[in-house]
């Protein structure tokens, strides 16, 4: 049991550290993605290098990262299987690993697009509407991590109102909270109104 639950931390820190953006940007640029503007991995980052197409693409990378580590957990993990512990565990271990990544020194993105993959993975229907949450604020808005935020932020109330076990609520509130630590620049910059916008 205790292997079983050290095997899926691992693999799923280790699945979440693998740079997405940063492999993307070096190969075709030959930059390192976290010496430009924000210095994070992610896809708002890798857009103002690579445009918005490679936004769309890293954006969709790094979700698949976040979905893959949940969905093995689920189907093959044979612990804590009533309370959902270990599909949260490795949701827990991927967003960690794709924001302190081990392969660049513990830096890395802001976890939403990994996070979001997660609550794919955990239940497809709230993810779907978290992610469309994110993409109506944000289209509105024009600012990326307003609508990181708070999508992120209904994904708890969400997996109560599907009935899901404690352990993905408690999952998705901490992981809203540690996202908005992630954006605590982002949002001193919303206060301050000089936060980047999506599109000019």
């Known amino acids: 049991m205790l292997l079983e639950l050290l095997l899926v931390v691992l693999i799923s820190y280790l699945i979440g550290s693998i740079p997405t953006g940063y492999i993307i940007v070096k190969i075709f640029t030959g930059q390192d993605i976290r010496t430009v503007g924000s210095g994070s991995t992610g896809a708002t980052n890798v857009k103002r290098v690579m445009g918005k197409k490679w936004f769309f693409i890293v954006m969709l990378l790094d979700a698949l990262k976040g979905a893959l580590p949940v969905i093995l957990a689920k189907l093959f993990a044979l612990s804590f299987v009533q309370i959902g512990l270990l599909p949260v565990l490795a949701a827990v271990a991927v967003i960690v690993g794709h924001s302190k990544s081990i392969f660049l020194k513990f830096t890395g993105g802001k976890s939403v697009a990994s996070g979001v993959g997660t609550i794919l993975a955990l239940n497809w229907h709230v993810g779907l509407i978290v992610a469309c949450i994110w993409a109506v604020i ?57 936060e980047n916008k999506v599109r000019k």
Do not use: D, Q
């Open 138 to 194: 944000t289209y509105f808005s024009k600012y990326v991590s307003l609508g990181s935020i708070i999508a992120l932020f209904t994904s708890p109330f969400l997996m109560w109102y599907f009935k899901e076990p404690v352990a993905y609520i408690v999952y998705c509130f901490l992981g809203a909270l540690y996202i908005v630590y992630l954006h605590r620049e982002n949002i001193s910059r919303l206060v301050h109104g000089v």
